[in-house]
């Protein structure tokens, strides 16, 4: 009876630390989606400002395999009103200021071919087909990054997934922090979108926009941004030469954590107001759990002291673990109360993230379904520790010591 009565009062001690540490936690996401919010609308003011800045960018874009709506994607980088603004396409070198660079293994991938097709509308805009041949190296889109860099003729850089679609003030926004010769490198959010509707890429993409982001805000509280988002990486290509190149980060999994990372410790890595659109590819629950449990065991290898306080972030496991030791104790009004309060906390966290940073358009569905990423969110967590392998575009690799990783023979 002792044992169980002290399993009882440590399901509820625990339960209500955890809601403190997610309450705090919670404190510093809403201090940090204001400044974000304030930081976004000085931005905003900037472009309106006369001279704009419109520097070249070089546009990289890897690619591998078509993917559902890719032509639209792809599209939205053409149309950008970068030109318009700068009063023409060229940029005095018989180059269009705007170049969009696309990478890929081969000339028979079937994601090339579709930019072959999308290019061929916007004859104006200078643009390249670079092939990389199989990859020498662990990371296969980082040697795309190798190839397209070799021919790149402008010294801003911008890389972009292939799975995001942007508005046209994109580059705009993504370049005008370099106007202060200390920033090396920018990056922007990004909001889930599940475009293949369907529980298991809507509650992914919840994921994205608000238990990402979240990160993101209370980070700015604590420490200059140290890191690039995947989605959109900008930098300039003196400061990619002097970390060693793309080349340096082939091995690595995290390549847009580590390029920013590397970059912050001598330039400024600015984070834009702008926010992109992620679109969700995989809408079963299998390949949606895998996807996320690798983006779990990244986080891990790449920084694995943050990685490891994440779990005291999480407010429903810890509302669930308290509800269950006080209705065990013969508290039930304390129990239920402890729970109502995680969940009304997720659902406080996802309204001010979606309507404040990210401007989720579906924003009350995701203020529902928040509270079950949350839970969902310490589960990958638990899994991130139970190996180092990871399934990525069909291959199996194992991570290592701070964040490489090494293809599994099979």
Known sequence: MRVMAAVEWGML????????????FLGMVIVGARRFRWEAGRENAALDAEPEFLPGVSLFKPLHGDEPSLDA??????????????????????????????????????GLQVARRVAAEFPEITTKFVTSGEPWAANAKVCSLVAMAKVATHDLWVISDSDVRVAPDYLRHVVLPFVDERVGASTCLYRGVAAGGGLWAQLEAVGMSIEMSSGVCASLLTEPVSFALGPTMAARRECIEEIGGFERMAEYCADDFVLGNWISEKHTVALSGHVIDHIVLNVDFLNSMKHQVRWMKSTRFSRPK?????????????????????????????????????????????????????????????????????????????????????????????????????????
Not at 13 to 24: A, E, H, I, P, R
């Open 73 to 110: 994607h792809l599209r939205t980088f053409f149309e950008q009103d970068y030109l318009r603004h700068a009063g023409g396409a060229s940029a005095g070198n018989g180059v269009s200021r705007v170049e969009v660079l696309f990478g890929a293994r081969n000339e028979a991938d079937a």
């Open 306 to 410: 943050g990685h490891f306080g994440t779990a005291l972030t999480f407010g429903v496991p810890f509302g669930l673990l308290a509800w269950g030791g006080a209705l065990l104790l013969g508290m039930p009004s304390l129990g239920w109360g402890a729970l109502l309060f995680a969940v009304l906390g997720r659902v406080l966290q996802a309204w001010v993230v979606g309507r404040f940073v990210v401007q989720e358009r579906q924003l009350w569905r995701t203020m529902m379904l928040f509270p079950l990423r949350d839970l969902m969110g310490i589960i990958f967590w638990v899994l991130s520790y139970t190996s180092g392998r990871i399934l990525w575009r069909g291959e199996v690799y194992e991570l290592v010591e701070d964040g490489k990783m090494r293809p599994v023979v099979r």
């Open 13 to 24: 001690v625990l339960g209500l630390f955890g809601l403190l540490t997610s309450s705090v």
